[in-house]
């Protein structure tokens, strides 16, 4: 237990020294919503069934940045091959990895949330809360396999192509499932659809954790 | 009978392949507790292959490998070693305080707060432990890379080549820290092709060419001439690799 609260209290001293991080993806996000909001001249309906799409592409990009931060760090002096050669114990290393990444992830599409409700006029209600246990479970979907996958990327050479191809694929039906839970949300109308694939997205992130903390020890040697 | 001293390290009949490229070739070797043992090679020689086996980083192929007793990728006998290479293994936006702190946790080092200072002091950076890693010289860099070392009393030291990219005086600090630690009993296993360095602190050597053992002796009495010739009578001329 230990290991995995040192992990994430060392992510987050760096973190906090370095704020650039945070400033490109309120950029990033800005430009998403203005570009879509002031471009297209879309009927508030149109709006609807297309904002949910583009809240994602925010928090994926919060996620892309978060996983990429946190091995950053982890590469620059060998340290992903140090931490290997502590005793302890990688799935525990894993575990850290994965909930530092997924709490910076979590605070960025924080941040990123009420800019959307801003510029797509949502109105808000009790159901709007359902987002935040979505959110949850759609960037552990995507954080715990961008975990492993990372590491397996720092000993290739051409990383971020590898960890693209890799991801993309894995990621869709989560990603998917993401989008259809959140428009249903915004639209204020839960769809009958909408119980199984929170289902669906429960049993998606338990499977991908399990996997990767059990990979996680193959990954880090050599 | 007298009980022989068990040795720290015990390789038999070592080989490492990566797909077709053979990287060692059966190589066995003991390294005595509390010796000074240098292996010399060219690139490509497999001295850094070895070093990842004895860690538990990587596989053999096949053959044996024991340290403290034990197959290295039991993972039971990590806190007992140390690795350094040229590569610091710390964190840049972490202050020095904070990046000992860290692996102390990892290596569940008992009284973490005194020996974090302790070891500062040793390597005289105490002052400068709030300041950011980044901020630090190549040669400070260096000191904070060994308190982190020696962080967690290990008794085992594996070395690959850490004297690449210091200067004059980097380089006689890490010379003096490896003898104050052979002189506290520590068993120290170093790789390098600079014969002179690896001469001066040897207790043991052995030379590594084409992937094999092609020499192994005792240092004392050895003038680096005589190693030089042996080396290099020993080392045909062309590519290490294949
Ligand atoms: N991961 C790997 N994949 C493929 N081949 C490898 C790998 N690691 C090492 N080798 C090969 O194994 C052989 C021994 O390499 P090794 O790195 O152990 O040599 P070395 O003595 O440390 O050399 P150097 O002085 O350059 O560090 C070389 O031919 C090398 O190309
Ligand atoms: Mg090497």
New binding site residues.
Partial sequence: MSVIWAIIRKDFQMEFRTKDSVTAMWIFSLLIFVIFNFTFEVSRLLMLQISPGLLWVAFIFSGMLGLNRSFQVEKENGNLRSLALTPADPGLIYFGKFFSTTLFTLIFEALIFPLFIIFYDIHLSLLTLWIIPIAILGTIGFTSLGTILSAVAIHTKQQQILLSLLLWPMITPIIIWSVKTTGDVLAGDLSTAFQPVIIRMIVFDVIFTTISYLLFEYVVQ? | MIEQVPAVITAEKLR?E??R????RGVSFQVPASTFFTIF????????????IISGMAAASSGVIRVFGEDPAARTQRHRLSVISHESFLYDNLTALENLEFYGKLYSVQDLKERTHHVLRQVGLHHRRFDLVRTFSRGMLQRLTIARAILHNPDLFLL??PFTGLDQHATEMLIGLLETLKAQGKTILL?T?DLHIGLRLSDQYMI?ER?QVVETGSASGLTEDALREKYFSLISSGE???
């Fill in positions: 050599e | 490492k990566f797909g490229v053979v990287a060692l090679g060219r690139n490509g020689a497999g001295k850094s292959t070895l070093l990842s690959d080549e790789t092709h590594l992937q290490a690799g294949q």
